[in-house]
Antibody, heavy 123, light 112 residues
Framework: QLQLQESGPGLLKPSETLSLTCTISGGSISSSSYNWGWTRQSPGKGLEWIASISYSGATYYNPSLESRVTISVDTSKNQFSLRLSSVTATDTAIYYCVRQIHDGSVPDWFDPWGQGTLVTVSS | QSALTQPASVSGSPGQSITISCTGSSSDVGGHNYVSWYQQHPGKPPKLMIY???NRPSGVSNRFSGSKSGNTASLTISGLQPEDEADYYCSSYTSGRFPFVVFGGGTKLTVL
């Protein structure tokens, strides 16, 4: 059974760079059937897709965050990572890593989701 | 402001049926069959309940069903049970100006 686990610092100061890693177990990141991605959920708020990456390294970004976001894959470690620069308090959220099924070039549903990691931005 | 519009809350009594709507546009819900629904209990990650408008993943109860008409997708839960109380989110591929994925704002389901 595929499982995803997020890891990274839980507390950042404004202007710092958020770095998170998702470790995949029970399956391989090197599958052409899937993209791998990140979503987030601000406290008490809804879900927001951040970015996705294919096994081959093709990247897709939410336009509202694109200028600050980088997603990457490390197939040797079965991991993928997220970097979000110049964070502010509005970036405080639970960050989830997800596997995304795609239909050719069209992104489709997310399953499974990691347990999520809370990242707080505060001075 | 979410790209997809959901009611903030719905409620129903055990055994009843409820429907949650998800309204978008011809660029997302209305133009594609890539609509999915997620259930989220407090403190837990979202769980996939419906994909591609009306398909149920293995292990999801057949009390959950999905449909679509025009720019509005719907999630129906029949035979409400207390454990169905949760937040529900819809999601869709969008081929708009900036293509990819958008979520609805979420609906809180209360089982009375």
């Amino acid at each position: 059974q595929l499982q995803l686990q997020e890891s990274g610092p839980g507390l950042l100061k404004p202007s710092e760079t958020l770095s998170l890693t998702c470790t995949i177990s029970g399956g391989s990141i090197s599958s052409s059937s899937y993209n791998w991605g990140w979503t987030r959920q601000s406290p008490g708020k809804g879900l927001e897709w951040i970015a996705s990456i294919s096994y081959s390294g093709a990247t897709y970004y939410n336009p509202s965050l694109e200028s600050r976001v980088t997603i990457s894959v490390d197939t040797s470690k079965n991991q993928f990572s997220l970097r979000l620069s110049s964070v502010t308090a509005t970036d405080t959220a639970i960050y989830y890593c997800v596997r995304q099924i795609h239909d050719g070039s069209v992104p489709d549903w997310f399953d499974p989701w990691g347990q999520g990691t809370l990242v707080t931005v505060s001075s | 402001q979410s790209a997809l519009t959901q009611p903030a809350s719905v409620s129903g009594s055990p055994g009843q049926s409820i429907t949650i709507s998800c309204t978008g546009s011809s660029s997302d819900v209305g133009g594609h069959n890539y609509v999915s629904w997620y259930q989220q209990h407090p403190g837990k990650p979202p769980k996939l309940m419906i994909y591609d408008v009306s398909n149920r993943p293995s292990g999801v109860s057949n009390r959950f069903s999905g449909s679509k008409s025009g720019n509005t997708a719907s999630l129906t839960i029949s035979g409400l049970q207390p454990e169905d109380e949760a937040d529900y989110y819809c999601s869709s591929y969008t081929s708009g100006r900036f293509p990819f994925v958008v979520f609805g704002g979420g609906t809180k389901l209360t089982v009375l």
